[in-house]
Every structure is written in C-alpha cells, then in structure tokens.
C-alpha cells in the first residue's frame, strides 16, 4: 500500500504562487509516474501535471509556463510550484500515484485564488 498526503494548499492574491507537496510513504517503491489532479466547484475533475520515475513533465496547457512539477526521489516527496496564480486555478488539488497495480490518491487540499 502507499499513502499519500498532501500539503500546501491555502489562500492567494491572483499574481501570487503556492507550492504544494506530495509526500509518500509506505511501498513507494511501486509508484512509477506521479501527478497532480484538480477539481474546481460544480466543474470535472482536470488533469494538471505529472511527472515519470525519470523526471519527464507534463503539463496541462491550461497551466503551462505557470506551474512546474518536479519530485525528490530521496524524500519521496513531489511538489507543485503554482506561480502567477489566476481565480480560476481555485480548486481542490490532489496527487495521485501510479502503481504496479493500483493509482493511489491523496485527500487533497484547497487552493484558492483570489481576484
């Protein structure tokens, strides 16, 4: 099993940035690309960024040229670096990890973005 528990999260001025943290624990050895999800008020779940075992990134274009994803393999820690934060990045962010078998999620964290 792995945990994921997520950290970071709060309140901005639109302009502003954040950083959040994923941490892991547990058989972390299994996870292989990690990521970052995020679900704003009455609208889908959206994929915002993830990384593979090697460190290549994705972004969603939505957040391209803003955010930047990176992970610490020595502390099993991922990170998501929100900057020039708009309204509309106000969402529940959550990490998830790809496993063998399983995608384990985290239980996310508030961001919001004010104007």
């Known amino acids: 099993q792995v945990q994921l528990v997520e950290s970071g999260g709060g309140l901005a001025q639109a302009g502003g940035s954040l950083r959040l943290s994923c941490a892991a624990s547990g058989s972390i050895f299994s996870i292989n690309d990690m990521g970052w999800y995020r679900q704003a008020p009455g609208k889908q779940r959206e994929w915002v960024a993830s990384?593979?075992?090697?460190?290549?990134?994705n972004y969603a274009d939505s957040v391209k040229g803003r955010f930047t994803i990176s992970r610490d393999n020595a502390k099993n820690t991922m990170y998501l670096q929100m900057d020039s934060l708009k309204p509309e990045d106000t969402a529940v962010y959550s990490c998830?990890?790809?496993?063998?078998?399983?995608?384990?999620w985290g239980q996310g964290t508030q961001v919001s973005v004010s104007s």
């Open positions: 990384i593979t075992s090697g460190g290549s990134t």
């Open positions: 998830y990890g790809h496993g063998n078998l399983h995608v384990y």
